[in-house]
């Protein structure tokens, strides 16, 4: 199974890369497949690289599903 997730930009390190923030934990993500990334953008990332941009309502709405599902996970995993 493949899963991309959402990160905001917070600076451009150079023309490729750039560090990112995944709700509250930021790593370097290359951003060359992306036209011309900026601070603020919100991206998909995908094995380290970001595929588009997205805007910041579906980068929430997505956080958010991530949470519930790890939240269920951690359940299930309580009753075992």
Request: with cysteine; charged share 25%.
């Amino acid at each position: 199974m493949c899963l991309a997730v959402p990160a905001k930009i917070i600076k451009l390190i150079d023309s490729e890369n750039a560090l990112c923030d995944f709700n509250g934990i930021e790593k370097e993500v290359n951003v060359s497949l992306i036209e011309n990334p900026a601070a603020g953008d919100w991206v998909i990332v995908h094995v380290g690289f970001a595929l588009n941009r997205i805007d910041s309502a579906q980068a929430r709405q997505t956080q958010e599903l991530l949470k519930s599902i790890a939240a269920e996970g951690k359940k299930e995993a309580e009753f075992m």
